[in-house]
T-cell receptor, first 110, second 107 residues
Framework: IAGITQAPTSQILAAGRRMTLRCTQD?????MYWYRQDLGLGLRLIHY???????GKGEVPDGYSVSRANTDDFPLTLASAVPSQTSVYFC?????????FGEGSWLTVV | RKEVEQDPGPFNVPEGATVAFNCTYS??????FFWYRQDCRKEPKLLMS???SGNEDGRFTAQLNRASQYISLLIRDSKLSDSATYLC????????FGSGTRLSIRP
């Protein structure tokens, strides 16, 4: 069982470029999340989706957008990357109780 | 006040020691509680859920104190492999992660 797959694993991106981080889960969980984790700030929720077709804003949504066309996929898009978006991004899903994380996408914006 | 607060540490203890962390939460309506473990440059992984009556999993014991609004994690006979960051998680039903407590076990 793959669980949650994120791609790319790491990426260096020029400021101003558009970037989509992909996330796919095979557990058929309704809820999915995108977090970013920065040193000293812990995990911060960017966007979430409680079920396919719905999305919501988290704690730090500015500069990011998501879509949830189906249960399995939850891509995160940076429309125009800025250096402050350099971070590690974790996609997660939940069975209603436990949260499961992908291995993360390390993004550097230069 | 943060919704979930943890002592960031680092805790540096010798192998074989017993170490305990606390995590406080502000919302008295919180429903579920968990401890996650995160290794350096890895994703967080569930260590254990925390039940009202307290629960144990091998060398790990988790407790919940609703009156004082904190959860705790006790690690007995610590191993080098226990070195990691431990995150507490509170659900009410919004899910909030603490910033984590760094633990380093020395030989």
């Amino acid at each position: 069982i793959a669980g949650i797959t994120q791609a790319p694993t790491s990426q260096i991106l020029a400021a101003g470029r558009r970037m989509t981080l992909r996330c796919t889960q095979d557990m058929r969980h309704n809820a999915m999340y995108w977090y970013r984790q920065d040193l000293g700030l812990g995990l911060r929720l960017i966007h979430y989706s409680n079920t396919a077709g719905t999305t919501g804003k988290g704690e730090v949504p500015d500069g990011y957008s998501v879509s949830r066309a189906n249960t399995d996929d939850f891509p995160l898009t940076l429309a125009s990357a800025v250096p402050s978006q350099t971070s590690v991004y974790f996609c997660a899903s939940s069975d209603g109780n436990t949260i499961y994380f992908g291995e993360g996408s390390w993004l550097t914006v230069v | 006040r943060k919704e979930v607060e943890q002592d960031p540490g680092p805790f540096n203890v010798p192998e074989g020691a017993t170490v305990a962390f606390n995590c406080t939460y502000s919302n008295s309506a919180s429903q579920s509680f968990f401890w996650y473990r995160q290794d350096c440059r890895k994703e967080p992984k569930l260590l254990m859920s925390v039940y009202s009556s307290g629960n144990e999993d091998g060398r790990f014991t988790a407790q919940l104190n609703r009156a004082s609004q904190y959860i705790s994690l006790l690690i007995r006979d610590s191993k080098l492999s226990d070195s990691a960051t431990y995150l507490c998680v509170v659900k009410f039903p919004k899910i909030i992660f603490g910033s984590g407590t760094r633990l380093s076990i020395r030989p």
